[in-house]
């Protein structure tokens, strides 16, 4: 399948670039996938996945692949960005190419490292990004609105579909809110998906703290309070991180790892939970195929059928398919190999309607 990316985004000085250059350490060999892009703003990321490995030392493979996400490096965005100011038409534009956005929020006090605004608080700098993207939008829709508002007097039903999916959209936007709120039926969703809209996005929250520093989770002040209620009350997605630690962490070797996390009091993998969060925000799942030359985690939307998931290894699975041998991994992994799964009676055959469902295992066979 085609890559997926993910853009990171925020207010200047709010740790994007070190977030992204420890992600980026944790790249994958380009040979692996051929959508890779030598862009230096572009990582191509591991999806951790402990299923994978397991299966890998079952089958004693040669070769392990993981799923990968690419994590794009947005310019930092000023308010006014939706207006022009700083690199506004070009961060905007970049963000329009991606599948989700993550944006990175500053939770640390730190005389050392100027903040944009003279001071650190979460909710403001969270809302200047989210006013940018939903005037940009506004500005997209209205000016669609006008065009298609003449051309749709001819009774385009694609074209009907889209006005009435902008008349739906503009208010909300007017409101400050973002387009991805708007109920839309099918035949809308398609008929906006050209636009690009930035709101329609689904968003992830990196709260970026900071070892050493004040951070304002561990304050416990109203900058908190407000946060934290908005998040719940928005059922916003989001994951902590401390990017410094992550970038520092990324010379250290794995058996290392867990003392330096202690002694900086870092506990959790924050580059593993964004990474999964991201895979989870894309709403994608993997399946495996594993054998002694390769064992391989494939990455489709969740909902495919058989035939599709099939075509992320090679058009003939989807195009010329018979049916697809599957089981889930761990019963694969508690007979101890595809042969005796198979004479336990645990392989099953599934045809073209089967929904492919995450950790499957699977052979797929075709004419």
């Given at each position: 399948m085609s890559s997926l990316s993910i853009g990171i985004v925020g207010l200047p000085n709010v740790g994007k670039s070190t977030l992204f250059n420890a992600l980026t350490r944790k790249g994958v060999p380009a040979e692996n996938y051929p959508f890779c892009t030598i862009d230096p703003s572009v990582g191509v990321v591991?999806?951790?996945?402990?299923?994978?490995?397991?299966?890998?030392?079952?089958?004693?493979?040669?070769?392990?692949?993981?799923?990968?996400?690419?994590?794009?490096?947005?310019?930092g965005l000023v308010k006014g960005a939706s207006e022009g100011e700083g690199l506004g038409n070009q961060f905007l534009s970049h963000i329009r190419e991606v599948d989700a956005i993550a944006q990175v929020v500053r939770l640390f006090d730190d005389d050392d490292v100027h903040h944009v605004h003279g001071q650190v608080d979460p909710l403001r700098d969270m809302e200047v990004v989210n006013v940018e993207l939903v005037l940009a939008d506004l500005q997209t829709a209205q000016k669609r609105l006008e065009r298609v508002e003449r051309d749709a007097r001819g009774g385009d039903k694609a074209l009907l579909a889209e006005r009435d999916a902008l008349l739906k959209i503009i208010p909300a936007l007017e409101s400050g809110q973002a387009a991805r709120a708007v109920e839309l039926d099918e035949k809308e969703r398609v008929a906006i998906q050209g636009l690009h809209l930035l709101t329609t996005k689904p968003m992830l929250y990196v709260l970026n703290r900071k070892s050493g520093a004040i951070n304002v989770d561990a304050e416990g002040t109203e900058r908190w309070r407000v946060l934290r209620q908005f998040l719940e009350e928005a059922g916003a997605r989001h994951v902590f991180v401390d990017a410094a630690v992550e970038h520092e962490l990324t010379d250290v070797g794995d058996d290392e790892r867990a003392d330096f996390r202690r002694e900086l009091g870092v506990a959790e993998d924050g580059l593993d939970a964004l990474i999964k969060a991201g895979y989870v925000l894309l709403d994608l799942i993997s399946f495996f195929t594993t054998g002694e030359k390769e064992s391989r985690a494939w990455t489709i939307s969740r909902g495919a059928t058989a035939p599709h998931a099939g075509a992320a290894i090679h058009?003939?699975?989807?195009d010329k398919f018979i049916r697809a041998e599957t089981i889930q991994w761990d019963k694969l992994l508690e007979a101890g190999g595809w042969g005796r799964a198979r004479e336990a009676g645990w392989i099953r055959s599934e045809g073209k309607e089967y929904v492919v469902k995450d950790g499957d295992v699977m052979e797929f066979l075709h004419s």
């Open positions: 591991a999806v951790p996945d402990y299923r994978l490995q397991a299966l890998s030392n079952m089958s004693r493979s040669q070769k392990t692949v993981p799923a990968a996400i690419e994590f794009v490096d947005i310019a058009s003939d699975f989807r």
